[in-house]
Protein backbone atom coordinates (compact mmCIF):
# COMPACT_ATOMS: atom_id res chain seq x y z
CA UNK A 1 0.00 0.00 0.00
CA UNK A 2 1.18 3.69 -0.84
CA UNK A 3 1.74 5.97 1.78
CA UNK A 4 0.02 9.62 1.03
CA UNK A 5 3.60 11.26 0.90
CA UNK A 6 3.46 11.58 -3.18
CA UNK A 7 1.54 9.80 -6.35
CA UNK A 8 0.82 6.28 -6.10
CA UNK A 9 1.66 3.54 -7.96
CA UNK A 10 -1.03 2.43 -10.69
CA UNK A 11 0.20 -1.09 -10.54
CA UNK A 12 -0.12 -1.16 -6.80
CA UNK A 13 -3.35 0.50 -6.80
CA UNK A 14 -4.59 -2.21 -9.18
CA UNK A 15 -3.71 -4.47 -6.87
CA UNK A 16 -5.96 -2.47 -4.27
CA UNK A 17 -9.23 -2.31 -6.33
CA UNK A 18 -12.32 -3.58 -4.91
CA UNK A 19 -12.27 -7.00 -5.68
CA UNK A 20 -9.05 -7.62 -5.46
CA UNK A 21 -8.70 -10.43 -3.01
CA UNK A 22 -6.80 -7.95 -0.44
CA UNK A 23 -5.29 -10.18 2.37
CA UNK A 24 -7.24 -13.52 1.03
CA UNK A 25 -4.72 -16.08 1.71
CA UNK A 26 -2.23 -14.09 -0.85
CA UNK A 27 -4.44 -14.00 -3.92
CA UNK A 28 -3.75 -11.22 -5.72
CA UNK A 29 -2.55 -10.04 -9.17
CA UNK A 30 0.53 -11.70 -8.42
CA UNK A 31 -1.06 -14.75 -7.87
CA UNK A 32 -2.05 -15.33 -11.05
CA UNK A 33 -0.65 -17.86 -13.55
CA UNK A 34 0.43 -17.01 -16.81
CA UNK A 35 -1.06 -20.14 -18.69
CA UNK A 36 -3.12 -20.33 -21.80
CA UNK A 37 -6.69 -19.97 -20.81
CA UNK A 38 -8.47 -22.97 -20.88
CA UNK A 39 -11.94 -24.72 -18.75
CA UNK A 40 -12.65 -27.99 -17.80
CA UNK A 41 -15.32 -29.74 -15.86
CA UNK A 42 -15.49 -31.91 -12.25
CA UNK A 43 -18.49 -32.74 -10.45
CA UNK A 44 -16.67 -32.84 -7.08
CA UNK A 45 -16.94 -29.64 -4.47
CA UNK A 46 -13.67 -28.59 -2.66
CA UNK A 47 -16.20 -26.23 -0.53
CA UNK A 48 -16.26 -28.11 3.15
CA UNK A 49 -17.47 -24.84 4.46
CA UNK A 50 -20.84 -24.30 6.71
CA UNK A 51 -23.47 -24.52 4.64
CA UNK A 52 -22.84 -27.06 2.31
CA UNK A 53 -25.04 -29.45 0.71
CA UNK A 54 -24.31 -33.07 -0.14
CA UNK A 55 -21.81 -34.70 -1.50
CA UNK A 56 -23.24 -37.37 -3.08
CA UNK A 57 -25.26 -35.42 -6.13
CA UNK A 58 -28.48 -35.21 -4.71
CA UNK A 59 -30.60 -31.56 -5.30
CA UNK A 60 -30.33 -29.55 -2.57
CA UNK A 61 -33.71 -29.23 -0.61
CA UNK A 62 -34.65 -25.63 -1.93
CA UNK A 63 -34.34 -23.89 -4.58
CA UNK A 64 -33.64 -25.42 -8.22
CA UNK A 65 -32.07 -28.84 -8.41
CA UNK A 66 -30.55 -30.67 -10.48
CA UNK A 67 -27.91 -27.20 -12.74
CA UNK A 68 -24.99 -27.73 -13.62
CA UNK A 69 -22.00 -25.31 -15.73
CA UNK A 70 -20.91 -26.32 -19.33
CA UNK A 71 -18.54 -23.74 -21.05
CA UNK A 72 -19.40 -22.60 -24.01
CA UNK A 73 -17.59 -19.64 -25.23
CA UNK A 74 -14.55 -17.47 -24.28
CA UNK A 75 -14.10 -13.78 -25.14
CA UNK A 76 -10.70 -11.88 -25.38
CA UNK A 77 -11.36 -8.92 -23.66
CA UNK A 78 -8.40 -6.96 -23.65
CA UNK A 79 -4.98 -6.46 -22.12
CA UNK A 80 -4.84 -5.43 -18.73
CA UNK A 81 -2.66 -5.38 -15.13
CA UNK A 82 -6.15 -5.05 -13.09
CA UNK A 83 -9.22 -7.57 -12.75
CA UNK A 84 -11.83 -7.29 -14.92
CA UNK A 85 -15.08 -6.46 -13.57
CA UNK A 86 -18.54 -7.43 -15.90
CA UNK A 87 -21.90 -6.87 -16.14
CA UNK A 88 -24.88 -7.15 -18.36
CA UNK A 89 -27.75 -4.86 -19.19
CA UNK A 90 -31.36 -5.03 -18.10
CA UNK A 91 -32.40 -6.36 -21.68
CA UNK A 92 -29.26 -8.98 -21.80
CA UNK A 93 -28.26 -7.14 -25.40
CA UNK A 94 -24.79 -5.71 -24.05
CA UNK A 95 -22.18 -7.06 -21.88
CA UNK A 96 -19.84 -4.44 -20.29
CA UNK A 97 -16.26 -5.02 -19.76
CA UNK A 98 -14.51 -2.57 -16.98
CA UNK A 99 -10.61 -2.40 -18.08
CA UNK A 100 -8.11 -0.55 -16.36
CA UNK A 101 -9.15 2.75 -17.60
CA UNK A 102 -12.33 2.36 -19.76
CA UNK A 103 -15.20 -0.14 -20.10
CA UNK A 104 -15.89 -2.21 -23.26
CA UNK A 105 -19.31 -2.88 -24.80
CA UNK A 106 -20.01 -5.88 -26.80
CA UNK A 107 -22.51 -7.21 -28.34
CA UNK A 108 -23.88 -10.23 -26.07
CA UNK A 109 -25.60 -12.55 -29.11
CA UNK A 110 -22.27 -12.25 -31.29
CA UNK A 111 -19.47 -11.37 -28.96
CA UNK A 112 -18.72 -8.52 -31.07
CA UNK A 113 -16.95 -5.57 -30.18
CA UNK A 114 -19.06 -2.57 -30.22
CA UNK A 115 -17.56 0.70 -28.42
CA UNK A 116 -15.40 1.82 -25.90
CA UNK A 117 -16.66 4.56 -23.30
CA UNK A 118 -13.83 6.02 -21.09
CA UNK A 119 -14.02 8.95 -18.31
CA UNK A 120 -11.76 11.37 -18.71
CA UNK A 121 -9.48 10.62 -15.45
CA UNK A 122 -9.54 7.33 -14.69
CA UNK A 123 -6.27 5.93 -12.66
CA UNK A 124 -8.16 2.78 -12.68
CA UNK A 125 -11.71 1.15 -12.46
CA UNK A 126 -12.90 -0.45 -9.81
CA UNK A 127 -16.90 -1.06 -10.45
CA UNK A 128 -19.67 -0.94 -12.76
CA UNK A 129 -23.35 -1.47 -12.67
CA UNK A 130 -26.41 -0.99 -15.14
CA UNK A 131 -30.11 0.44 -14.37
CA UNK A 132 -32.52 0.52 -17.23
CA UNK A 133 -30.50 2.09 -20.02
CA UNK A 134 -27.89 3.43 -18.20
CA UNK A 135 -24.30 2.47 -17.12
CA UNK A 136 -22.15 3.67 -14.18
CA UNK A 137 -18.44 3.17 -13.43
CA UNK A 138 -16.49 3.99 -10.26
CA UNK A 139 -12.81 4.42 -10.66
CA UNK A 140 -10.00 6.21 -8.89
CA UNK A 141 -8.71 9.99 -9.59
CA UNK A 142 -5.01 10.18 -10.58
CA UNK A 143 -3.63 12.56 -7.66
CA UNK A 144 -2.87 16.17 -9.51
CA UNK A 145 0.10 18.27 -9.19
CA UNK A 146 -1.69 20.81 -7.12
CA UNK A 147 -2.84 18.24 -4.40
CA UNK A 148 -0.23 14.92 -4.20
CA UNK A 149 -1.07 13.67 -1.28
CA UNK A 150 -4.89 12.81 -2.52
CA UNK A 151 -4.68 9.70 -3.37
CA UNK A 152 -8.60 8.20 -2.83
CA UNK A 153 -10.21 10.81 -4.74
CA UNK A 154 -13.23 9.23 -6.18
CA UNK A 155 -15.07 9.47 -9.18
CA UNK A 156 -18.19 7.60 -11.30
CA UNK A 157 -19.07 8.37 -14.76
CA UNK A 158 -22.90 7.69 -16.16
CA UNK A 159 -23.33 7.13 -19.21
CA UNK A 160 -27.06 6.91 -21.82
CA UNK A 161 -26.30 3.63 -23.44
CA UNK A 162 -28.07 4.38 -26.08
CA UNK A 163 -26.65 7.36 -27.05
CA UNK A 164 -23.29 6.43 -25.67
CA UNK A 165 -23.20 10.48 -24.38
CA UNK A 166 -22.10 10.62 -20.82
CA UNK A 167 -25.05 12.14 -18.90
CA UNK A 168 -22.95 12.61 -15.47
CA UNK A 169 -19.63 13.00 -13.99
CA UNK A 170 -19.18 13.13 -10.12
CA UNK A 171 -16.69 13.85 -7.56
CA UNK A 172 -15.96 12.35 -4.20
CA UNK A 173 -13.02 14.38 -2.60
CA UNK A 174 -10.05 12.91 -1.04
CA UNK A 175 -10.69 11.49 2.66
CA UNK A 176 -6.69 11.78 3.35
CA UNK A 177 -6.57 7.99 3.32
CA UNK A 178 -4.57 5.97 0.56
CA UNK A 179 -6.10 3.89 -2.35
CA UNK A 180 -9.50 3.73 -1.83
CA UNK A 181 -11.09 5.67 -4.11
CA UNK A 182 -14.78 4.77 -5.14
CA UNK A 183 -14.76 1.35 -3.99
CA UNK A 184 -18.06 0.10 -5.22
CA UNK A 185 -21.04 1.48 -7.07
CA UNK A 186 -25.12 1.38 -7.01
CA UNK A 187 -27.93 2.90 -9.45
CA UNK A 188 -31.72 3.34 -8.16
CA UNK A 189 -33.56 1.32 -9.75
CA UNK A 190 -35.12 4.18 -11.41
CA UNK A 191 -31.94 5.59 -12.47
CA UNK A 192 -32.50 8.82 -10.51
CA UNK A 193 -29.82 8.14 -7.80
CA UNK A 194 -26.10 6.95 -8.35
CA UNK A 195 -24.56 5.90 -4.80
CA UNK A 196 -20.84 4.89 -4.22
CA UNK A 197 -18.94 3.11 -1.43
CA UNK A 198 -15.53 5.04 0.16
CA UNK A 199 -13.66 5.37 2.80
CA UNK A 200 -13.96 8.55 5.41
CA UNK A 201 -11.77 10.09 7.26
CA UNK A 202 -14.36 10.95 10.21
CA UNK A 203 -15.85 7.36 10.42
CA UNK A 204 -15.88 3.69 8.95
CA UNK A 205 -16.84 4.51 6.11
CA UNK A 206 -19.08 7.00 3.61
CA UNK A 207 -21.58 6.27 1.14
CA UNK A 208 -21.85 9.56 -1.46
CA UNK A 209 -25.27 9.71 -2.70
CA UNK A 210 -26.07 12.09 -6.12
CA UNK A 211 -28.77 13.09 -8.32
CA UNK A 212 -27.99 11.74 -12.13
CA UNK A 213 -29.81 14.24 -14.16
CA UNK A 214 -28.36 17.53 -12.20
CA UNK A 215 -25.48 16.23 -10.74
CA UNK A 216 -26.22 17.46 -7.51
CA UNK A 217 -24.95 15.60 -4.53
CA UNK A 218 -27.77 14.57 -2.39
CA UNK A 219 -25.69 13.22 1.06
CA UNK A 220 -23.31 11.33 2.52
CA UNK A 221 -24.03 8.57 4.43
CA UNK A 222 -21.42 8.34 6.97
CA UNK A 223 -21.32 4.75 8.85
CA UNK A 224 -19.52 4.20 12.12
CA UNK A 225 -19.00 8.27 13.18
CA UNK A 226 -15.32 8.26 15.22
CA UNK A 227 -14.94 4.34 14.65
CA UNK A 228 -12.58 4.00 11.56
CA UNK A 229 -8.85 3.15 10.69
CA UNK A 230 -6.83 3.83 7.74
CA UNK A 231 -8.29 0.03 6.80
CA UNK A 232 -11.25 0.80 7.16
CA UNK A 233 -14.10 1.50 4.11
CA UNK A 234 -17.54 1.06 3.31
CA UNK A 235 -17.19 -1.43 0.32
CA UNK A 236 -20.11 -2.55 -0.98
CA UNK A 237 -23.51 -0.84 -1.99
CA UNK A 238 -27.42 -1.98 -2.89
CA UNK A 239 -30.46 -0.57 -4.18
CA UNK A 240 -33.42 -2.84 -2.59
CA UNK A 241 -35.80 -3.57 -5.85
CA UNK A 242 -38.29 -1.11 -4.94
CA UNK A 243 -35.66 1.74 -4.43
CA UNK A 244 -36.81 2.44 -0.55
CA UNK A 245 -33.52 0.76 0.70
CA UNK A 246 -30.27 1.28 0.44
CA UNK A 247 -27.53 -1.16 1.85
CA UNK A 248 -23.67 -0.65 2.50
CA UNK A 249 -21.28 -2.99 3.33
CA UNK A 250 -18.39 -2.17 4.97
CA UNK A 251 -15.16 -3.26 7.46
CA UNK A 252 -11.63 -3.32 8.19
CA UNK A 253 -10.29 -5.49 10.55
CA UNK A 254 -12.87 -8.17 12.13
CA UNK A 255 -15.81 -5.12 12.27
CA UNK A 256 -17.94 -5.22 9.65
CA UNK A 257 -21.49 -5.83 9.00
CA UNK A 258 -24.52 -4.26 6.71
CA UNK A 259 -25.83 -0.51 7.41
CA UNK A 260 -29.56 0.04 5.96
CA UNK A 261 -31.02 3.24 4.72
CA UNK A 262 -34.28 4.98 4.44
CA UNK A 263 -34.09 6.76 0.59
CA UNK A 264 -37.07 8.62 1.55
CA UNK A 265 -35.32 10.27 4.37
CA UNK A 266 -31.19 8.86 4.30
CA UNK A 267 -31.87 7.83 7.91
CA UNK A 268 -30.66 4.60 9.26
CA UNK A 269 -33.04 2.26 9.76
CA UNK A 270 -31.05 -1.40 10.75
CA UNK A 271 -27.20 -2.80 11.12
CA UNK A 272 -26.86 -6.02 10.46
CA UNK A 273 -23.53 -6.88 12.25
CA UNK A 274 -21.36 -9.78 11.47
CA UNK A 275 -18.94 -11.23 14.29
CA UNK A 276 -15.82 -11.26 12.30
CA UNK A 277 -16.10 -9.50 8.75
CA UNK A 278 -12.81 -10.70 7.50
CA UNK A 279 -9.99 -8.42 6.49
CA UNK A 280 -11.93 -6.29 4.12
CA UNK A 281 -15.67 -6.52 5.22
CA UNK A 282 -19.03 -6.82 3.19
CA UNK A 283 -17.24 -5.99 -0.36
CA UNK A 284 -20.48 -7.89 -2.30
CA UNK A 285 -23.92 -7.38 -1.52
CA UNK A 286 -27.49 -8.05 -3.63
CA UNK A 287 -30.77 -8.07 -2.77
CA UNK A 288 -33.05 -11.30 -4.02
CA UNK A 289 -36.04 -9.43 -7.20
CA UNK A 290 -38.46 -9.52 -4.34
CA UNK A 291 -36.58 -7.81 -1.90
CA UNK A 292 -36.71 -10.33 0.82
CA UNK A 293 -33.56 -11.44 1.15
CA UNK A 294 -30.26 -10.00 1.13
CA UNK A 295 -27.03 -12.13 0.47
CA UNK A 296 -23.49 -10.30 1.28
CA UNK A 297 -19.49 -11.98 0.44
CA UNK A 298 -16.67 -11.07 3.17
CA UNK A 299 -14.41 -14.04 2.83
CA UNK A 300 -17.56 -15.88 3.44
CA UNK A 301 -21.33 -15.61 1.98
CA UNK A 302 -24.49 -14.31 4.60
CA UNK A 303 -27.74 -14.75 3.67
CA UNK A 304 -30.21 -12.42 5.82
CA UNK A 305 -33.95 -11.93 6.02
CA UNK A 306 -34.61 -7.95 5.45
CA UNK A 307 -38.02 -7.99 7.36
CA UNK A 308 -36.29 -9.67 10.49
CA UNK A 309 -33.67 -8.56 9.63
CA UNK A 310 -31.62 -11.73 11.26
CA UNK A 311 -28.99 -13.83 9.66
CA UNK A 312 -30.46 -17.03 8.49
CA UNK A 313 -27.40 -18.80 6.85
CA UNK A 314 -23.59 -18.06 6.61
CA UNK A 315 -20.96 -20.46 4.27
CA UNK A 316 -17.39 -21.11 4.31
CA UNK A 317 -14.40 -19.69 6.06
CA UNK A 318 -12.24 -16.54 6.20
CA UNK A 319 -11.05 -15.41 3.23
CA UNK A 320 -12.59 -17.56 0.61
CA UNK A 321 -15.40 -16.60 -1.33
CA UNK A 322 -14.71 -12.79 -2.60
CA UNK A 323 -17.17 -13.01 -5.48
CA UNK A 324 -21.26 -13.45 -6.02
CA UNK A 325 -23.97 -12.86 -8.36
CA UNK A 326 -27.46 -13.68 -7.62
CA UNK A 327 -30.02 -15.46 -10.21
CA UNK A 328 -32.41 -13.33 -11.82
CA UNK A 329 -34.65 -15.17 -10.22
CA UNK A 330 -33.49 -15.08 -6.96
CA UNK A 331 -33.62 -18.81 -6.28
CA UNK A 332 -29.82 -19.57 -6.42
CA UNK A 333 -26.54 -17.45 -6.28
CA UNK A 334 -23.08 -18.37 -8.06
CA UNK A 335 -20.02 -18.09 -5.86
CA UNK A 336 -16.34 -18.00 -6.87
CA UNK A 337 -14.07 -19.66 -4.41
CA UNK A 338 -9.88 -18.89 -4.82
CA UNK A 339 -9.58 -16.09 -7.17
CA UNK A 340 -7.01 -15.59 -9.91
CA UNK A 341 -5.36 -18.70 -9.27
CA UNK A 342 -5.57 -22.50 -10.75
CA UNK A 343 -7.57 -23.83 -7.79
CA UNK A 344 -10.18 -21.74 -8.25
CA UNK A 345 -13.68 -22.63 -8.11
CA UNK A 346 -17.13 -21.65 -9.39
CA UNK A 347 -20.42 -23.16 -7.56
CA UNK A 348 -24.05 -22.36 -7.57
CA UNK A 349 -26.17 -22.87 -4.04
CA UNK A 350 -29.46 -22.48 -3.03
CA UNK A 351 -31.41 -20.00 -1.57
CA UNK A 352 -31.58 -19.07 1.16
CA UNK A 353 -29.44 -22.46 2.40
CA UNK A 354 -26.48 -21.96 0.69
CA UNK A 355 -26.50 -25.80 -0.22
CA UNK A 356 -24.19 -26.56 -3.06
CA UNK A 357 -26.48 -27.34 -6.10
CA UNK A 358 -22.91 -28.06 -8.47
CA UNK A 359 -19.52 -26.86 -8.37
CA UNK A 360 -16.49 -26.67 -11.30
CA UNK A 361 -13.46 -25.80 -11.36
CA UNK A 362 -13.00 -22.18 -12.98
CA UNK A 363 -9.76 -22.73 -15.42
CA UNK A 364 -6.32 -22.41 -14.58
CA UNK A 365 -6.68 -18.20 -14.05
CA UNK A 366 -9.51 -18.43 -11.85
CA UNK A 367 -12.48 -16.04 -11.91
CA UNK A 368 -12.24 -12.92 -10.76
CA UNK A 369 -15.89 -11.65 -11.21
CA UNK A 370 -19.25 -13.32 -11.94
CA UNK A 371 -22.68 -12.05 -13.36
CA UNK A 372 -25.45 -13.66 -14.75
CA UNK A 373 -27.40 -13.16 -18.24
CA UNK A 374 -30.67 -11.79 -17.37
CA UNK A 375 -32.21 -14.59 -18.96
CA UNK A 376 -30.17 -16.95 -16.18
CA UNK A 377 -29.04 -19.32 -18.84
CA UNK A 378 -25.54 -17.93 -19.53
CA UNK A 379 -23.01 -16.59 -16.55
CA UNK A 380 -20.33 -14.93 -17.36
CA UNK A 381 -16.63 -14.96 -15.20
CA UNK A 382 -13.67 -12.86 -15.99
CA UNK A 383 -9.91 -14.26 -16.02
CA UNK A 384 -6.58 -12.56 -16.22
CA UNK A 385 -3.54 -13.48 -16.55
CA UNK A 386 0.20 -11.63 -16.47
CA UNK A 387 1.23 -10.49 -20.21
CA UNK A 388 -1.82 -11.91 -21.70
CA UNK A 389 -5.20 -11.08 -22.49
CA UNK A 390 -8.02 -10.77 -19.94
CA UNK A 391 -10.76 -13.40 -20.63
CA UNK A 392 -14.30 -13.80 -20.47
CA UNK A 393 -15.45 -17.33 -20.00
CA UNK A 394 -19.33 -17.73 -20.88
CA UNK A 395 -21.27 -20.49 -19.12
CA UNK A 396 -24.51 -22.00 -20.05
CA UNK A 397 -26.78 -22.51 -16.95
CA UNK A 398 -28.81 -26.16 -17.74
CA UNK A 399 -30.42 -28.69 -16.02
CA UNK A 400 -28.64 -32.00 -15.70
CA UNK A 401 -29.23 -34.94 -17.95
CA UNK A 402 -31.44 -37.60 -16.23
Excluded: C
Aim: overall charge neutral; aromatic content about 6%; proline content about 7%.
Amino acid sequence: MSDHSGAADPRQAGRMRRRAFLAAGGLGAAAAVAVPVGIWLSSGSTDEGAGSGPKDGKPASDGPAGLELAPTATIEVGATDLFPRITYSPDGKILAVALKTSVTLWDAASRAEITTLAPKDAMFTQDLVFAGGLLALGYLKPPTLENRVASDVGGIAVWDVATRKEVAAVTSPSEGLPLEGMSAVALSPDGRLVAGARNAGDGIGKVPVWDVRSGAHVKDLLVGAGEGTRLSSVRSVAFSPDGKMLAAGYGGGPKGGVILFDTSTWSQIATLPLDNAGALGVIDLAFTPDGKTLVGAFGRIAVWDVASRKLTATLGTEDEHYQMAMSPDGSFIATSRGGPTPNGVITLRALPSLKEITSVPAGPNGATHITFHPDGHTLATSASAPEAYSTVQLWNVKRRAT
